[in-house]
């Protein structure tokens, strides 16, 4: 499985942006999408993750700012960003859990900051 994760960049504190991570090859009909993100010189943590049938999860520091989503059809994953602030700056990496595989895309960097 490949992972191919666009959409960061520079946004100002309380700016919005929205990821996105095209999954392609042997995609398993039941899997768990992700988006992880690591921060300088800390160490990488959940963002949110979301099912194949819709269930998300997210990680207390994003919860009721980011709102994680999927298009099947696609296979795609979307992270929307809103009220994004300078702690939020990271390096924002895609995941996909398979059956018996667990895959990481590139990363992409978001900078929080005036």
């Known amino acids: 499985v490949q992972l191919q994760a666009s959409g960061g960049g520079l946004v100002q504190p309380g700016g919005s942006l929205r990821l996105s991570c095209a999954a392609s090859?042997?995609?398993?009909?039941?899997?768990?999408m992700a988006w992880y993100r690591q921060a300088p010189g800390k160490q990488r943590e959940l963002v949110a993750q979301?099912?194949?049938?819709?269930?998300?999860n997210y990680g207390d520091s994003v919860k009721g700012r980011f709102i994680i989503s999927r298009d099947n059809a696609k296979n795609t994953v979307y992270l929307q960003m809103i009220s994004l602030q300078p702690e939020d700056t990271a390096v924002y990496y895609c995941n996909y859990r398979g059956a018996s595989h667990v895959y990481w895309g590139q990363g992409t960097l978001v900078t929080v900051s005036s």
């Open positions: 979301i099912t194949s049938r819709g269930s998300t």
């Open positions: 090859g042997s995609i398993s009909s039941n899997n768990v």
